[in-house]
């Protein structure tokens, strides 16, 4: 369990970079790495210098696997290297290999004593540093190809000590795996952060969209709206266009504001409200009729403040786009109505016009399509389509207040009306 936390946090603090370590991890490794060489290196001479040494008889080829062992260690300390790539990082480990094969091969001749020649440690903690630096950075052949060459090194020592036993083959396919373990597995981590982090960009992609879509959208819609209606009365009642500049002027500001506060949001790592409340929002779409513009009316029976944050908030988008869904859609309209009813166990939403039915062109957006969603993830259900006697439309949704977070099968209509929003 301990060596599985250090590992992850080893994990959590890799780079978006594959293969980069942080920087106090290499020079940790660094530091081992010629602390293990210097002490193979005492080790064996003290060992050679031993008049009662059983092994080999002490000759210059004795110190053979001290040269493959700085060998292997600077070939380490040059892929520990944080600009060390791929290619780099696997022609180290195959070089280092090969020489430990090498002196394995030229070890062979030579008498062996009592026990032969052994790996010094110089030999093998660089060959597993490598190889965990290989499982890091570099691609399935270059893994393969490492594999196969540590293999062969650690096979090498029959070459120093002929003595073949059962166990050697497992031995080395061991050891190639416990190098292989610590780079693979932080690689998974890696992996596995990369899809975390995705998946929490594209859930905040889709946020943003809606409020984008919920809020400023709603203004916008306002602001075409009226200054399509005044272009045709602009001509016989300049009054009505002097009346309706400071309210299209108070929607630009809303939509500024609304803009504003959705920068701050991807600025900042907190979420920065897009109005000052559920209930203020629904408050705000209430709006006297204007030239080319039919009264907007909200009646809540209830108390918004009460609601859960999700529930109130849900409340307020779907309330928004079904009211700029009206305002764009139902010709002739002289009243849009908004319509709360919070009860013990649920609320009741109904936003309905009196404008004259006829779907609009269907268009690409996600009106629709981002209600129910929001209305499904509470467990609720929403309906769209003409209102009583065929006249206007109607958006109906029931949020329930007692599991609000339990989500149900999506209950909805197909509405070209709203998906054009």
């Known amino acids: ?39 193979s290196t005492t080790s064996l001479v003290n060992d050679l210098s031993d008049p009662t040494w059983p092994g080999p008889p002490p000759t210059p080829m004795s110190y053979l696997p001290l040269v493959s062992g700085a060998l292997a260690t600077l070939l380490a ?16 480990t195959v070089s280092a290999s090969l020489g430990v094969a090498a002196v ?23 060959l ?14 270059q893994i393969t190809a490492v594999c196969l060459a540590a293999f062969a090194a650690a096979l090498s020592d029959y070459l120093r000590e002929p003595v073949f036993w059962s166990g050697q083959i497992t031995t080395a396919l061991g050891f190639v795996a416990v190098g292989l373990s610590p780079g693979l597995y932080l690689r998974w981590r890696e992996a596995q952060r990369r899809t975390y982090v995705e998946r929490a960009r594209g859930q905040e992609r889709l946020a943003i969209a809606r409020d984008l879509h919920d809020v400023v959208a709603h203004e916008v819609t306002g602001i075409v709206v009226q200054a399509q209606a005044l272009r045709h009365i602009a001509d016989r009642d300049p009054a009505a266009v002097r009346d309706a500049l400071p309210e299209i002027e108070a929607a630009g500001t809303r939509a500024l504001e609304s803009m504003r506060a959705m920068v701050a949001r991807l600025r900042e790592p907190g979420e920065a409200p897009l109005a000052p409340s559920p209930a203020e929002g629904l408050a705000a779409l209430a709006a006297p009729a204007a030239a080319g513009r039919p009264e907007v009316r909200v009646s809540v029976d209830g108390r918004m403040s009460d609601l859960p944050t999700d529930v109130a908030t849900t409340v307020l988008r779907v309330a928004q786009e079904s009211v700029t869904n009206a305002l764009r859609y139902a010709r002739g309209a002289a009243l849009v109505g908004v319509e709360v009813a919070i009860a013990a166990d649920e609320l009741r939403l109904r936003v309905h016009d009196d404008g004259r039915g006829g779907a609009p062109p269907v ?18 259900d929403l309906t769209a389509g003409p209102g009583d006697h065929g006249h206007g439309w109607t958006v109906r949704a029931r949020l329930p207040l007692t599991a609000a977070t339990v989500p149900t099968t999506t209950a909805g209509a197909h509405d070209d009306r709203n998906e054009d929003a």
Do not use: C, Y
């Not at 599985?4 to 660094?30: C, E, H, Q, Y």
């Open 128 to 141: 597993l540093v490598l190889l965990t630096l290989t499982a890091l950075r570099s691609r399935p052949w």
């Open 104 to 126: 394995s091969a030229l070890l062979w001749p030579v008498p062996k004593g009592t026990f032969g020649f052994g790996f010094v440690m110089a030999e093998v903690l660089p």
């Open 77 to 92: 300390l040059l892929a520990l290297r944080p600009r060390s790539g791929p290619v780099l990082t696997t022609g180290a």
């Open 1 to 39: 369990m301990a060596l599985n936390r250090a590992f992850g946090r080893i994990g959590d603090r890799l780079p978006t970079v594959v293969g980069a370590l942080p920087r106090s991890v290499l020079v940790i490794v660094a530091v081992l790495l010629t602390a293990v060489l210097l002490q």
């Open 363 to 380: 268009g690409g957006g996600h009106g629709l399509v981002g209600m129910a969603e929001r209305v499904r993830l509470l467990g609720g």
